[in-house]
């Protein structure tokens, strides 16, 4: 049962040993992709106040916590409440000053002081042991019934979403988040399978939605399963609000910041990418002025972002080797100007 005290931000000592409890004896949880690539896009400051925005099992806040001294505080966010218990057991006694804030990252304007952070780390997306841990009902291995929450104390599951929502609707979120193609046909026949179980009275199962999946596509079956886990994309996007909650810490992330300070985003699918991109664009303009004005009248200073690296760094082949899960990693570094 989740402990809703954990709803306030927390300070390290302040979690108990009981709420950590059913995390112990866990080795793995996952391993931080571009874990060196992150640190010096952040150029850690020993006695700076930096903010992991996506904590999961703290492998990148570990390596930050190693970077700061005494005066060094590291802030954290996850909503979900299993990686923040054991993130918070593993980073105890490694970070000097360590905070975590067990919130949706779109909390971070409400929960960090205007021009406090020297840096904000974003490893968007879900964590290995979300996948893997088929109870989760993140992944279609184990045919769980569909769920995709990351906070479970929260939101609608992915069943119950696909209860309520209209088939437009859907559609439109197949095309938005997973760049679908036969979005309609997929989103009416998914419906309508949907529409059968509940009257049968049971739970939807991924087993259900690849079925439609492989009725939708008969000519693509040795893509079938990048196709299912394209579905469950676009569904796991709309039930946690992932786009939304992107653009609008990003946006107060540019608020935290302190001149200079870095902005470390890493995210896994184009989609994802896209909405760093388009965001963060949106700061790096000098003039604000709508396109048709025939001469800046904003004052041309108002660019608050600059992008460090000119194109996204990418994984090395030896990373992708050894861990399959960052070969679609794109890490994007900007800087508060
Ligand atoms: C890829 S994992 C991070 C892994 C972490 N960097 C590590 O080294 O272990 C992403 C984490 O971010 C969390 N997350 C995703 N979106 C979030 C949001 N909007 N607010 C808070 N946490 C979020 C997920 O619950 C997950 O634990």
């Keep these: 049962m989740a402990d809703n005290n954990l709803r306030k931000s927390v300070h390290v000592n302040e979690i108990s040993e009981a709420a950590v ?34 904590l999961g099992g ?20 996850d909503r979900d409440d299993e990686a923040v218990q054991f993130a918070t057991k593993r980073l105890a006694g490694v970070a000097p000053k360590f905070i975590v804030h067990p919130v949706p ?43 995709l929450r990351m906070d479970r104390r929260e939101n609608v599951s992915a069943q119950e979403w696909l209860r309520s929502v209209s088939e437009d609707d859907f559609a439109a979120a197949l095309r938005k988040n997973a760049d679908m193609d036969r979005a309609f046909k997929l989103a ?16 939807v199962l991924p087993s259900d939605i690849k079925a439609v999946v492989e009725a939708v596509f008969p000519d693509k079956r040795r893509e079938a399963n990048s196709l299912l886990a394209r579905v ?3 569904i796991r996007m709309e039930v946690n609000g992932e786009l939304k909650q992107i ?23 184009s989609v994802e990418d896209r909405c760093v991109k388009e965001t963060a664009a949106e700061f790096e303009k000098a003039c604000i ?8 009248m904003c004052g041309g200073n108002h660019q608050r972002l600059k992008k460090v690296n000119r194109k996204p760094i990418l994984p090395s082949a030896d990373e992708i080797n050894r861990n399959s899960r960052a070969r679609s990693a794109k890490l994007r570094i900007y800087e508060r100007v």
């Design 232 to 234: 469950f994309q676009a």
């Design 247 to 269: 653009e609008d810490s990003l946006r107060a992330a540019v608020d935290c910041l302190k001149v200079g300070g870095r902005l470390v985003v890493m995210s896994y699918h």
């Design 58 to 77: 703290g492998g990148h806040s570990y390596a930050i916590a190693q970077e700061l001294n005494s005066e060094g505080t590291l802030h954290a966010f």
């Design 105 to 147: 990252f779109s909390e971070l304007g409400n929960e960090i002081e205007p021009n406090s952070l020297d840096g904000v780390l974003y490893d968007l997306g879900i964590s290995s042991h979300q996948v893997d841990d088929s109870s989760r009902g993140f992944t279609f291995v184990g045919d769980n019934p569909l769920d």
């Design 289 to 296: 002025c709508p396109e048709n004005l025939p001469v800046c």
């Design 188 to 203: 009416t026949r998914i419906k309508e399978k949907v529409g059968e179980i509940t009257t049968e009275g049971r739970d």
């Design 21 to 54: 409890a059913g995390v112990q004896g866990r080795e793995f949880y996952h391993d931080p992709v571009m874990l060196k690539e992150c640190l010096e896009g952040l150029n850690i400051k020993p006695n700076g106040t930096y903010s992991d925005c996506t």
